[in-house]
């Protein structure tokens, strides 16, 4: 089935977007240390952009995960595939996700990650699919609220194609 990509949210305003939430960011960890925690691949871009944009003192870890599902759709069962490589104790976490949908990744990432003794943590998303949200979780920060429609760009992928668009479209099919 052939597809194309129509632009839902473009590279301008994605950047405006990522600026404000990294002033944001920068006022509320004054003073602190901010550890982001990218979850891959799809939060890579996300948090390149958004940690080149906090101001107060900045560590990076990286973390994989796999939920088995379907291209479009995730199970809810989350294997981890890559861990992180530094303890979180006493940290200031701040998970950086691409895109939060049914947030069964989030919740369970979450939880495990609680269970490391974080000083805090919290929950930073480009792009939220309210309308989709199956688990309950608490977002501290979204750059954008989308319809429940499935997006590539900025890291999302479709069958591992378009994380390289520097911008948010929705994959139509022909
Ligand atoms: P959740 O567990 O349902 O919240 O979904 C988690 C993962 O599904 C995200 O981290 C993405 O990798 C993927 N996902 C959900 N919606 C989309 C989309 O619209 N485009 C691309 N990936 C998506
Ligand atoms: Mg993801």
Do not use: W
């Not at 390149?48 to 107060?56: F, Y």
């Amino acid at each position: 089935m052939a597809e194309h990509v129509k632009v839902l949210l473009t590279e301008e305003e994605v950047d405006r977007r990522i600026q404000e939430i990294g002033d944001q960011i920068s006022r509320d960890y004054e003073g602190k240390e901010v550890h982001l925690i990218c979850v891959l691949k799809g939060g890579a871009f996300f948090m390149c952009e958004l940690a080149k944009r906090i101001t107060t003192p900045v560590s990076l870890d990286f973390m994989s995960v796999s939920s088995y599902g379907s291209a479009t759709k995730s199970s809810g069962v989350v294997k981890i595939v890559k861990d992180l490589d530094e303890p979180l104790k006493d940290k200031d976490v701040l998970v950086v996700e691409d895109i939060v949908d049914s947030g069964r990744t989030l919740s369970y990432l979450i939880d495990m990650l609680k269970d490391r003794g974080p000083k805090s943590i919290k929950l930073c998303t480009l792009l939220d699919k309210p309308e989709r949200r199956v688990v309950d979780v608490h977002v501290d920060y979204t750059c954008f609220q989308i319809p429940d429609e499935f997006v590539v760009g900025y890291g999302l992928d479709y069958d591992q194609k378009y994380r390289n668009l520097p911008y948010i479209g929705v994959v139509e099919f022909d």
